[in-house]
């Protein structure tokens, strides 16, 4: 088949789809990014596609790739996206597709061990004897939870989380599921015939469209590609967020959280308290050893005083796993605990090795609070991961609402191999304001915070309340909504009021509240129409210049780190934030960035080209008048 051909029959099978959504709309950029992925599978092409909002990109990468009759995995950042492919997308694509195309199309969404229940936790729960162990220390709301999840085990066909209708506590979930570095695996299980895990991963290899997040993608990564089943072609949606994810999941860490999980494992199975209270006694020290160093960068090899801990914690945890070793039972239920615990406990002593190893091209810090400091060994560059388990093996489309300036250079991705593209948003940005407020004081002046609370009264009070006002730092939201509950009479919501999804839903119900929330609520926020009318961004968001995995990338690049590192994840920081004003083809409003660089620095200009392509203005009357003209 031509290009000429393909295309023809990629807009046609397009046009079947979106013919059968309740409201059928010709979204030219949708068209464009659905020729183009079906011309890049067709000639093994990376590309990358940035598609703003209201494209309809799901379904702009989805039709052609499910024609071209490849196996795909669609790797997502959100669980929200998961969910939507799942429930809407492809129940929906493989009808239509599966008519059009006269083939069954099926697919199967893939999650993390931990978010399946365990058909062993369950069984050892359920026995009496075990019970009264497991749960004789646990409070009685939790163990009614308990009951509740058991009880729904036995009539779930997929054992998922995300399939309750209700939210258990962690503790509770915690007693009914295993993570991946605690199970010994379906072979070795007796429970294994009835693992939900597994049946998820069997539903998977069978599977024409495999979803699964980024995270899990990563650990396939890590693991040299045993995780997920052979496929042809690779999605990463919202990939403004591959590279932090990847190297999360690639990253090595060690934290008192982990030491004490390795403990209560043996306490689960070996009554010796001289071990477990031994481990819980390393963990209380590598706490107190890591606090001081807490966001800061190590030394490699580590300093004296973590190498000493981390060598005894090691001897400790071989110790205990001689025990679990030596342990004979013919009760199935103690052979599978203290399979766990060795699991558990190998791959404590896994990670110790390589934080002791001091490997090239990785970076140490310590992130966390004082109150719970983890340990991280992160690699300086994750391109070479990804060459070689991604870029060389596969073809990749990768695609966001905005796509990071250095993207492909931060990746590996190299230029000859990958094309590059912006289809644009449907909506017309030309009837919102962009308004940066260029007489502010910088945001390293003192008298800065008093002329910021009066610009933002000024602004919300032009727009009737309606604002999501976004901050880089907890201490200047909780001193803006200070100030704004005293100064205004509508009502302000902030972002630790509730949980996200609870408060974006109060927010929306009533159009005059005001919510004020942190990076957190850079993306996520989709509130179309009126409650919405007006954004403010406190400062251009740059990155912490003291982030100790980033400042380890700007040694790397030398004198030219801010534009390379620094610039980009701001612009794509921003960029994010700001779309969170317009949502649908009749919203309006203004984005207002109070910080004055915007316009008065050389780097600014770089910032605003990668913002939607709004109307500005820097002059407060002149906003003030627009928000005004919506009310």
């Known amino acids: ?199 998820a991963r069997d539903r998977a290899a069978a599977a024409d469209v495999i979803v699964v997040n980024t995270h899990i993608y990563g650990l396939h990564i890590a693991t040299g590609g045993a995780l997920l089943p052979e496929h042809e072609v690779v999605v990463f949606d919202e990939a403004h967020q591959l590279e932090d994810v990847i190297s999360a999941s690639i990253s090595t860490e060690i934290g008192p959280g982990r030491v004490n999980a390795v403990a209560s494992s043996l306490r689960a199975i070996i009554r010796d308290d001289a071990t477990s209270g031994s481990l819980n006694q390393i963990a209380h020290d590598l706490q107190s050893i890591l606090a001081p160093y807490v966001d800061k960068r190590l030394s490699m090899p580590l300093p004296d005083d973590i190498q000493t801990a981390l060598i005894s914690l090691r001897l400790k945890v071989d110790s205990a796993l001689e025990m679990l070793r030596n342990i004979n039972s013919k009760d199935e239920s103690a052979k599978q605990r203290a399979l766990r615990a060795q699991t558990l406990s190998t791959r404590l002593i896994e990670s110790i090795d390589i934080s002791l190893m001091a490997l090239k091209g990785r970076v140490a810090f310590v992130s966390g609070s004082k109150d719970r400091p983890v340990l991280e060994i992160a690699p300086l560059d994750v391109g070479p991961s990804l060459v070689e388990n991604v870029w060389n093996q596969r073809t990749a ?134 409650t919405l009318s007006l954004v403010i961004i406190d400062k251009i968001p740059f990155p912490r210049p003291d982030d100790p995995l980033l400042s380890a990338r700007r040694d790397v690049i030398g004198r030219y780190y801010f534009n390379e590192i620094d610039i980009p994840l701001a612009a794509t920081q921003l960029a994010q934030a700001s779309g969170r004003l317009i949502r649908s083809q009749t919203d309006r409003g203004v984005v207002a960035i109070l910080d004055p660089r915007l316009a008065t620095k050389g780097y600014g200009k770089t910032l605003v080209a990668t913002l939607p392509p709004m109307s500005r203005t820097v002059d407060l009357e002149e906003a003030e008048a627009f928000l005004r003209s919506l009310t």
């Not at 397009?14 to 000639?43: C, F, K």
């Not at 062993?120 to 009614?144: G, H, M, N």
């Not at 119900?509 to 926020?525: H, I, K, M, P, R």
Request: charged content about 25%; proline content about 5%.
């Open 1 to 199: 088949m031509n290009n000429k051909e393909l295309s023809r029959t990629t807009l046609s099978l397009l046009h079947s789809v979106t013919s059968s959504l309740p409201q059928v709309e010709e979204r030219q950029g949708q068209n464009e990014m659905a020729v183009a992925i079906a011309l890049a599978v067709d000639t093994k092409r990376h590309l990358i596609v940035q598609a703003g909002t209201g494209t309809g990109k799901t379904l702009g990468y989805l039709v052609p790739l499910i024609a071209s009759g490849k196996r795909i995995v669609v790797s997502t950042y959100t669980k929200a996206l998961q969910d939507q492919l799942a429930a809407n997308d492809l129940p929906l694509l493989s009808e239509v597709l599966g008519k059009e195309l006269n083939r069954h199309i099926s697919w199967a969404v893939l999650k993390g061990r931990s978010n399946y229940i365990c058909a062993q936790r369950v069984d050892e729960i359920s026995s009496p004897k075990q019970a009264k162990l497991d749960l004789e220390s646990i409070p009685a709301k939790v163990t009614k939870e308990i009951a509740r999840l058991t009880e729904w085990f036995t009539h779930t066909d997929t054992g998922d989380q995300g399939d309750l209708t209700w939210s258990p506590s962690d503790q509770a979930w915690r007693m009914v599921s295993v993570g991946s570095d605690e199970c010994p695996g379906a072979q070795r299980c007796p429970a294994g015939a009835r693992c939900f895990a597994e049946r």
């Open 397 to 530: 489309i990768l695609t966001s609402a905005t796509i990071p300036l250095s993207l492909p250079n931060r990746i590996g991705l190299a230029e000859e191999s990958v094309d590059v593209i912006d289809v644009g948003s449907p909506f017309d940005y030309e009837q919102s304001l962009l308004y940066c407020a260029k007489q502010l004081p910088e945001p390293s002046n003192p008298l800065r915070d008093n002329a910021v609370h009066e610009e933002i009264e000024r602004l919300i009070n032009a727009a009737g309340g309606r604002t999501l006002a976004l901050f880089t730092t907890y201490r200047a939201m909780h001193l803006a909504a200070d100030e704004m509950a005293k100064r205004l009479p509508f009502l302000i919501l902030r972002q630790d009021d509730l949980p996200k999804m609870a408060l974006i839903n109060a927010f929306a119900e009533d159009e005059s509240t005001c919510l004020f929330a942190t990076a957190g609520f850079f993306q996520g926020v989709d509130v179309p129409g009126r």
